[in-house]
């Protein structure tokens, strides 16, 4: 097994560097002797399919994928995003199917999040992240060709259905809350150096046949600090709403802005509201700034859930589905709980009742529910007594002394306080 090798240079990191990185890192992957930064780190369990640290994916012509997606036609057609289109394709050969994304040609910015995306995806491999099959760099084209995911993105699973389509039951959303934080805790628990994933939103979380979510979209992604580093963002780069309010207003990037990503998403999951919604009245327009107060009175709980639902989630679930995403929101990022605390809360949420047991599951009406403080885990879901989450630990330490140190380079409002409306990636 390889191991993903530090590409940070000493000191604060910037996104410049990331693209200077990334740019380095495809020379050098695993075979750097110069910098000490650059050895593969044996302990790091991020598997590599070249052994090397090579990349693994193959390389298409364009003539190959054009034929492919039958000359990039509109029929097929997936989606389109900020970087470019998504094509679904058909290798005839072997009669593989698979999404094609055509990166627009305008500028190097399309360029760099090009290279993130083949290193992040050629490096790092989880079952909750989507497979890079290979690329395309022809000439101007850059093309990525990923597993094609049947169900498409939770986006088109969660918002805006249409009536013949079923809404997705209280279960099937906490197994892909507790997908996409396995996804997120493998970035940032597990890949050496850690990865602040920075895109996460339900239509970057893709579904299998089997409602199993994986990320997508690493264009942004950047590895996390090493050591006693920084990553202070001169660009900052997401999507509005989805981004951790410290991240917005000063740059400054840390894993926890990743939670508060999380927290974000684990609440449209339970609302079926997206973030930022004009179509609702004004004061539930912003999806976190109406939820905020209710946080902290567990009997309004029942006033978020979604209505497609029918009243059909289990109160305690809904409880500590609720708690955990407060918790990830919170305004102070040091204070938000790492992705392994989540991922360790919700395996007990997405789990449907046990045959015979005596908790009635379901309710139609709205109980009285006891008053509780939603703003902490139960014990049992903190990891501070766990011996294998003492790495994370350590980084999430470092990670929030670092973030005392950094100096603000952005001063607008936060984005969360800000009226205007996009669902795409955009340099905010
Ligand atoms: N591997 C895939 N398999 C199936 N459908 C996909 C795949 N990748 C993307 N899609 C579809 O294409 C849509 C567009 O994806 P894309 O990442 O280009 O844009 P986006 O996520 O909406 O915006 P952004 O550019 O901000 O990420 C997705 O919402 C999804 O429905
Ligand atoms: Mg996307």
Same mark, same amino acid.
């Given at each position: 097994m390889g191991c993903f090798p530090c590409l940070c240079r000493k000191g604060s990191s910037t996104d410049d560097d990331q693209g200077e990185a990334s740019r380095k890192g495809s020379k050098q992957a695993g075979n750097n002797d110069d910098d000490e930064n650059a050895k593969p780190n044996t302990s790091g369990s991020v598997k590599n399919d070249g052994g090397n640290g090579n990349i693994s994916a193959q390389t298409f012509t364009f003539r190959e994928l054009a034929a492919a997606t039958q000359n #990039?036609? =509109?029929?097929? $057609?997936?989606?389109? /995003?900020?970087?470019?289109?998504?094509?679904?394709?058909?290798?005839?050969s072997t009669g593989k199917v698979v999404a094609v994304k055509q990166l627009d040609r305008n500028g190097l910015q399309g360029n760099k999040e090009f290279i993130v995306e083949v290193?992040?995806?050629?490096?790092?491999?989880?079952?909750?992240?989507?497979?890079?099959?290979?690329y395309c760099a022809d000439g101007e084209q850059r093309l990525l060709v990923y597993e094609f995911m049947p169900l498409g993105s939770l986006e088109g699973h969660l918002f805006d259905l249409s009536p013949d389509k079923e809404p997705l039951d209280w279960y099937t959303r906490m197994k892909i809350a507790f997908g996409a934080a396995q996804g997120l805790e493998y970035l940032h628990c597990k890949a050496n150096p850690p990865v602040i994933y920075r895109d996460l939103k339900p239509s970057n979380i893709?579904?299998?046949?089997?409602?199993?979510?994986?990320?997508?979209? #690493?264009? =942004?992604?950047? $590895?996390?600090?090493? /050591?006693?580093?920084?990553?202070?963002?001169?660009?900052v780069m997401g999507t509005y709403g989805y981004c951790a309010p410290e991240y917005a207003k000063n740059g400054e990037l840390t894993i926890k802005a990743d939670v508060y990503s999380f927290g974000v998403v684990l609440l449209e999951l339970i609302t079926g509201r997206r973030v930022i919604d004009p179509t609702h009245p004004v004061e539930e327009q912003n999806l976190i700034s109406w939820v905020r107060p209710m946080f902290r009175d567990q009997k309004r709980y029942p006033e978020l859930v979604d209505p497609l639902l029918k009243g059909l989630y289990p109160t305690k679930g809904l409880n500590q589905a609720v708690g955990v995403a407060a918790m990830c929101l919170q305004e102070e990022a040091s204070v938000r709980p790492l992705m392994e605390d989540v991922v360790m809360a919700l395996r007990f949420l997405k789990e449907g009742p046990l045959p015979g047991a005596t908790e009635v599951p379901f309710t139609m009406a709205k109980p009285p529910i006891p008053e509780e403080k939603p703003q902490s885990f139960p014990s049992e879901m903190s990891s501070s007594n766990r011996s294998n989450g003492s790495q994370c630990r350590e980084r999430s330490r470092e990670s929030s002394r670092s973030s005392s140190s950094m100096h603000s380079v952005h001063s607008e409002e936060s984005p969360l306080t800000n009226k205007s409306f996009c669902s795409k990636n955009v340099r905010l």
């Open positions: #990039f036609r =509109l029929e097929c $057609l997936l989606g389109e /995003g900020g970087f470019g289109r998504i094509y679904k394709g058909c290798f005839q290193l992040m995806l050629s490096l790092l491999h989880h079952q909750n992240l989507v497979k890079l099959i290979g893709l579904l299998d046949d089997g409602y199993n979510p994986k990320l997508s979209d #690493f264009g =942004l992604a950047k $590895l996390g600090p090493c /050591g006693d580093k920084v990553v202070v963002s001169s660009c």
